[in-house]
């Protein structure tokens, strides 16, 4: 994620949820995949009161996160 050039700062997390974070940095886009509707994604009432944005993506068929991570891991 962090060699997007679009992606500014990622973060890893140990709470159940992000929302202490993204209370904290306040994002300008906060993304989900697409089987979230924006009103159930954490945070983003935050995000949208400061003016940010809150996007869902649609799922590409081979890649997932857990993928990449399976992947990561066997190198």
Same mark, same amino acid.
């Given at each position: 994620?962090?060699?997007?050039?679009? !992606?500014s700062l990622v973060?890893l997390?140990? *709470?159940?949820?992000?929302?202490?974070l993204?209370?904290?940095?306040k994002?300008?886009v @906060? !993304?989900k995949?697409s089987?979230?509707?924006? *009103?159930?994604i954490v945070g983003?009432?935050? !995000?949208l009161?400061? /003016?940010?944005e809150?996007?869902?993506?649609?799922? @590409?068929? /081979?890649?997932?996160?857990?993928?990449?991570?399976?992947?990561?891991?066997?190198?």
């Amino acid at each position: 994620m962090a060699s997007l050039h679009f !992606v500014s700062l990622v973060v890893l997390f140990d *709470e159940a949820t992000p929302l202490s974070l993204i209370e904290l940095t306040k994002p300008h886009v @906060l !993304v989900k995949g697409s089987d979230y509707n924006i *009103e159930n994604i954490v945070g983003h009432e935050v !995000v949208l009161k400061h /003016g940010g944005e809150v996007k869902t993506i649609d799922f @590409l068929d /081979g890649f997932s996160t857990t993928k990449i991570i399976e992947k990561a891991r066997k190198n």
